[in-house]
């Protein structure tokens, strides 16, 4: 299905609100005149549409029915509520619910930024509505917003503050038809997710958030999207029946018999009024009648779209299902992986699975596809934007430049603020990492060192998702270069009766993944998981429990700091000097790793006086963590590698010097010729090290077996 024919706004929904938001200014309640949004030229057209197409595809999913979940994140002046309170005052003119809520860190601050907004807030939007402050028994201090609706029916807005855990009992007991989170990453989780529960018998359930984005362990990532994000399998399996012929004649079918239901009934509606109101056209009724005709067809489609369920005197529940509520089971059958209670896909809307897509898709002047730089698609009944100030039209590109010329483009901060990455500029776990760390080349280029040993770590999980690292290590020059990654869900595993299949099968694709298809000179996996160590020992893998030793590279000395360092920062000295001389590398194909590499953070702990890493969104950092320890990279060939570097340098220097030496300097020559050899003999000593590593794997495995 195309977006062309499914996500179409209505037109006829725009229209009506046109007529009221689209204007230059207008005389408020109170008299005082209220001029239009200052819109830079080229953001709408005359009906309210956006020009842009990311916008104009956010507007067509939420207008559609797509999803419940509208997500807008980004940069610095990158628009995000410029759009998201322009969409969220067109849907409230709509809207069938009287009550609506906004929610900011305060009272204040949401006021600030939705109902005024510089200029663009709901004041401006809806300037025929009224403001009043009250502090109801139970409600706490608010605000509300009243306003009339294109059908002349009161509507309200109620804006509250959310940063405490207990504001959310302010806003309990409430049924809102919508709700509006500016700031959403600074708000408390309570009261984000009692808002869940205050639209869940809404007509017309919708939740925008907006938010500059922070450090990946959030807990409105790791909590609140992570709950709407589908398996790769199930947003496969969506695209296969999106292109299945049979499935789409099916659908289509369906769709064409519920909208001529639809149109039959408002014609019936229609004739039936009109033979109520003693009239013979519409153009007889009255401004007020006229009014009330049109909010009975809006409602009536919307009902009938949305279905119906109803309880007899006897207790008897029937579901009359409508175009968005038609279950997917109708359609097609679910394989037996995807048929249970934690998929998202059982029993979901039909309507909403057609209209799935992963997200926007963006390109450049050349027509080259943007990456979404946080790897975030689309979920289900969940849409997930991206703006930078880039995306605003307002803003010149000199304006552009001068905002961003302040910045270290290298910075956290820089790909936080300006380029809207989910990184944390302040209590990152390792700041050493930068872009310098991140590989350009083709993956074949880094498999053809024969120095080289190709190891694969699997980091298992139950509660949380499986991750596999694939690298090569280096032995002589001490460096690790992630080439490839895969993240298994396995909710479905039986750990129990050692059913490892789904990770052997995501391992096998990461090791055909690379051109050469080489399998994994070491296969290390986290030792607290006897049960798959023994599955992979038995499929004929060279596996070794992951060594959790804390390998330091501050001194040649103090190699190993198992009793002084917390479990929970094993190997984190030696990542932090590898990050920072170019040790440890990740291709750029391996975006979870990276966004976790970059995006952990530390939290102070009171009571200890130290930082404690936040164990969340951790499990590719793990996984590589696990390589780190385990590969055998020491922290003395890192000097050695430098002296090795030179050496060519060397031999260059010494032809000078008797080229130079016309009286044949004897001792100056002798010298350099010891240091020479000194080199040799470390180079040699090197490539022993790497040898005993190798033997070293070997007999550790063998230990681990005889135990």
């Avoid at 900011?104 to 907004?117: M, P």
């Avoid at 709950?227 to 064409?256: A, C, N, P, S, V």
């Avoid at 209209?355 to 946080?374: C, L, S, T, W």
């Avoid at 209590?427 to 872009?435: N, T």
Wanted: net charge neutral; glycine share 8%; hydrophobic share 35%.
């Amino acid at each position: 299905m195309t977006m062309s024919n499914l996500n179409i706004i209505n037109d006829y929904q725009l229209d009506l609100v046109g007529t009221i938001l689209n204007r230059r200014e207008v005389i408020s309640s109170k008299g005082t005149v209220l001029k239009a949004p200052p819109y830079a030229p080229g953001t709408f057209d005359h009906l309210g549409k956006p020009q842009q197409e990311k916008a104009l595809y956010m507007y067509q999913k939420v207008f559609s029915g797509s999803a419940t979940y509208l997500v807008i994140e980004g940069g610095t002046r990158g628009g995000k509520d410029v759009f998201g309170i322009n969409l969220w005052a067109k849907k409230l003119m709509v809207s069938r619910e009287r009550m609506h809520l906004a929610l900011g860190t305060s009272l204040e601050h949401v006021l600030n930024t939705v109902y005024d907004s510089n200029g663009f807030g709901l004041k401006y939007l809806i300037p025929h509505g009224e403001f009043v402050r009250d502090s109801e028994a139970g409600a706490g201090n608010r605000g509300v917003f009243k306003f009339l609706n294109v059908y002349g029916e009161e509507r309200e807005v109620h804006f509250y503050g959310n940063t405490k855990k207990d504001d959310h009992a302010k806003f309990q007991g409430f049924t809102f038809g919508s709700v509006y989170i500016n700031e959403g990453i600074l708000q408390h989780m309570n009261g984000i997710n009692e808002a869940r529960q205050r639209i869940a018998t809404s007509k017309d359930s919708l939740i925008i958030i907006t938010q500059n984005p922070v450090g990946t362990s959030h807990k409105l990532y790791s909590e609140f999207e992570k709950g709407y994000m589908m398996t790769e399998e199930e947003i496969r399996f969506i695209e296969k029946i999106q292109k299945d012929k049979e499935i789409r004649f099916k659908w289509r079918k369906y769709q064409l018999e519920q909208e001529k239901l639809i149109k039959e009934t408002l014609i019936i509606y229609k004739q039936e009024l009109l033979k109520k109101l003693k009239k013979t056209q519409l153009k007889e009724l009255s401004e007020m009648e006229l009014q009330k005709y049109e909010r009975d067809l809006y409602e009536i489609q919307e009902e009938m779209k949305n279905g119906s369920e109803t309880i007899d005197s006897k207790g008897v529940k029937t579901t009359v299902n409508g175009l968005y509520s038609k279950p997917i089971e109708d359609f097609v059958d679910l394989p037996e992986e995807l048929n249970d209670e934690n998929s998202k896909l059982k029993r979901a809307s039909m309507y909403k699975i057609m209209q799935y897509d992963r997200g926007y898709v963006e390109k450049d002047e050349d027509g080259n596809v943007i990456k979404n730089p946080n790897n975030v698609v689309n979920g289900f009944n969940y849409i997930y934007m991206h703006f930078t100030m880039w995306d605003n039209i307002g803003m010149t590109k000199s304006r552009i430049n001068e905002e961003t010329k302040g910045y270290d483009k290298n910075s956290a901060v820089y790909k936080q603020r300006i380029l809207g990455e989910r990184v944390s500029s302040d209590g990152l776990l390792l700041p050493e990492f930068s872009d310098d760390n991140i590989l350009t080349e083709e993956i074949d280029f880094y498999e053809q060192n024969p120095n080289s040993l190709r190891m694969i770590a699997i980091d298992p999980g139950a509660a949380h998702a499986t991750a596999i690292v694939d690298a090569e290590v280096d032995l002589v020059s001490g460096t690790v270069y992630v080439l490839g990654e895969a993240k298994v869900d396995l909710s479905e595993i039986d750990f129990k009766n050692r059913s490892f299949l789904k990770i052997e099968e995501e391992l096998i694709k990461v090791i055909r993944s690379r051109k050469k298809r080489k399998m994994p000179d070491l296969l290390i996996i986290d030792p607290s998981n006897p049960f798959l160590i023994s599955h992979f020992a038995n499929r004929g893998f060279n596996v070794v429990a992951a060594d959790n030793s804390t390998q330091s590279a501050k001194t040649k000395e103090l190699k190993f700091g198992d009793k002084t360092v917390k479990k929970g920062t094993k190997g984190i000295d030696l990542i932090k000097a590898g990050l920072m001389r170019l040790k440890f590398m990740f291709h750029y194909s391996c975006i979870e790793t990276i966004t976790e590499v970059r995006g952990m953070s530390v939290k102070y702990n009171e009571t200890t006086g130290a930082d404690d890493i936040i164990k969340i969104n951790d499990d590719m950092f793990d996984a590589f963590k696990y390589i780190a320890n385990t590969s055998g990279v020491d922290p003395v060939s890192w000097d050695d590698e430098e002296v090795l570097l030179n050496y060519e340098t060397e031999q260059q220097f010494l032809q000078d010097e008797e080229r130079q030496d016309d009286k044949g300097n004897l001792g100056r020559r002798q010298l350099i010729q010891e240091r020479i050899k000194e080199r040799r003999r470390e180079k040699d000593g090197q490539r022993k090290r790497r040898d005993g590593t190798i033997r070293e794997f070997s007999n550790r495995s063998s230990r681990w077996w005889d135990n």
